[in-house]
């Protein structure tokens, strides 16, 4: 079972440039969220989304947009990099549904915008 | 908003020692609550509190959630060097204006040595 699928795992940007972050789950899961990963600030919600076609505002959205058409995609946009959006990237998918769930995790996208 | 607050930030011990994490959280319509492990890349899942599960326990590893005073902690007994990661905690709210975010704390970096 492939569970959550982040591509790319790692990438340098250019300021100014667009890009997009790849997320993908097999299982059927309701809720998905991106978080970003600086040391010493744990994981910080960006953006969320309970079912297909709803997303919501986290903690840090600003330069930041999300869809969700179907059920198995949830891709972050960043329509014009800065500096400051170098982090580490975290899709995560949890059934919903019932919040006793846990959430899993992809494995991550390192960006560096330069 | 939702807040979770872990301390401490970081922590060293020694292989055999006995460490506790904590966990302090404001939340409405408080649902759940999650411990994480992360090491190289993704975190991975640990135990889930609930008002109807307060106290898990797995080998070296125990939590205790107290829904009055709003906290959670995790207990590692003998520490080994495999323990070294971080340990994240989340909340889960049941329902409300903050329904579907999961929401994590800064992360308590443990690292032991030999």
């Known amino acids: 079972t492939a569970g959550i699928t982040q591509a790319p795992t790692s990438q340098i940007l250019a300021a100014g440039r667009s890009m997009t972050l790849r997320c993908t789950q097999d299982?059927?899961?309701?809720?998905m969220y991106w978080y970003r990963q600086d040391l010493g600030l744990g994981l910080r919600l960006i953006h969320y989304?309970?079912?297909?076609?709803?997303?919501g505002k986290g903690e840090v959205p600003d330069g930041y947009s999300v869809s969700r058409a179907n059920t198995d995609d949830f891709p972050l946009t960043l329509a014009s990099a800065v500096p400051s959006q170098t982090s580490v990237y975290f899709c995560?998918?949890?059934?919903?549904?019932?919040?006793?769930?846990?959430?899993?995790f992809g494995q991550g996208t390192r960006l560096t915008v330069v | 908003e939702d807040k979770v607050v872990q301390s401490p930030l970081s922590l060293v011990v020694h292989e055999g020692d006995t460490v506790t994490l904590n966990c302090s959280y404001e939340v409405t319509n408080f649902r759940s609550l999650l411990w994480y492990k992360q090491e190289k890349k993704a975190p991975t899942f640990l135990f889930m509190l609930?008002?109807?599960?307060i106290e898990k326990k797995s080998g070296r590893l125990s939590s205790i959630l107290d829904k009055k005073e709003l906290f959670s902690i995790l207990n590692i007994t003998a520490t080994q060097t495999g323990d070294s990661a971080i340990y994240l905690c989340a909340v889960v709210p049941g329902g409300g204006t903050s329904y579907g975010k999961l929401t994590f704390g800064q992360g308590t970096i443990l690292t032991v040595h030999p």
């Open positions: 609930t008002s109807s599960g």
């Open positions: 989304s309970n079912t297909a076609g709803t997303t």
């Open positions: 995560a998918s949890r059934p919903g549904g019932s919040p006793d769930t846990e959430a899993f």
């Open positions: 299982m059927r899961h309701n809720a």
